[in-house]
T-cell receptor
Framework: GEDVEQSLFLSVREGDSSVINCTYTDSSSTYLYWYKQEPGAGLQLLTYIFSNMDMKQDQRLTVLLNKKDKHLSLRIADTQTGDSAIYFCALGRAGNNRKLIWGLGTSLAVNP | DTAVSQTPKYLVTQMGNDKSIKCEQNLGHDTMYWYKQDSKKFLKIMFSYNNKELIINETVPNRFSPKSPDKAHLNLHINSLELGDSAVYFC????????????FGPGTRLTVT
């Protein structure tokens, strides 16, 4: 079956880098997403990567995809207190009725 | 401009009541979703409609009935509310195409007392 796993909590100091990890079982995923949920708000797409890519960089964000190990990571450089949120990994693939498979979310706490 | 909107934002009601949550998207998307997020922040898909047709119906009690009057609206009606229905309900939408990016509404916090 389809499964996406994330560690539930991560705590970092302001200015450090944060690395949020996601492992999955479905190797046919086409798009791999990172969504951010700030307290009391809905989810917002942060970044995504196609399955034919290994890395994507977008300002302070770096997404790494290791298809062999079925491992996706999100690195946030120079983490700020405003980055405190829950980060969800989600996978999409063709023929799945547009359904995304969601991780349980990693709660990132940034300490000053 | 609000892309995906939900009403109400907060809903407090007693067990046994019937309530509805409304969702509208002005993005021109073809597919709309309802998600439930529990107190541990776990996100679970409930329903999905594509052009007013139900395409995803996860294991959800029959007390929950989605209705899509047109492709810009997807409402959720809940009968005989139970304590376990307390959660945040998110509506989302996506466009048919090669990716599956979903746009989320702000959520409706339902509290059943």
């Amino acid at each position: 079956g389809e499964d996406v796993e994330q560690s539930l909590f991560l705590s970092v100091r302001e200015g450090d880098s944060s690395v949020i990890n996601c492992t999955y079982t479905d190797s046919s995923s086409t798009y791999l997403y990172w969504y951010k949920q700030e307290p009391g708000a809905g989810l917002q797409l942060l970044t995504y990567i196609f399955s034919n890519m290994d890395m994507k960089q977008d300002q302070r964000l770096t997404v790494l995809l290791n298809k062999k190990d079925k491992h996706l990571s999100l690195r946030i450089a120079d983490t700020q207190t405003g980055d405190s949120a829950i980060y969800f990994c989600a996978l999409g693939r063709a023929g799945n009725n547009r359904k995304l498979i969601w991780g349980l979310g990693t709660s990132l706490a940034v300490n000053p | 401009d609000t892309a995906v909107s939900q009403t109400p934002k907060y809903l407090v009601t007693q067990m046994g009541n019937d309530k509805s949550i409304k969702c509208e998207q002005n993005l021109g998307h073809d597919t709309m979703y309802w998600y439930k997020q529990d107190s541990k922040k776990f996100l679970k898909i409930m329903f999905s409609y594509n052009n007013k047709e139900l395409i995803i119906n996860e294991t959800v009690p029959n007390r929950f009935s989605p209705k899509s009057p047109d492709k810009a609206h997807l409402n959720l009606h809940i009968n005989s509310l139970e304590l376990g229905d307390s959660a945040v309900y998110f509506c989302a939408s996506s466009q048919d195409g090669v990716d599956y990016e979903q746009y989320f509404g702000p959520g409706t916090r339902l509290t059943v007392t």
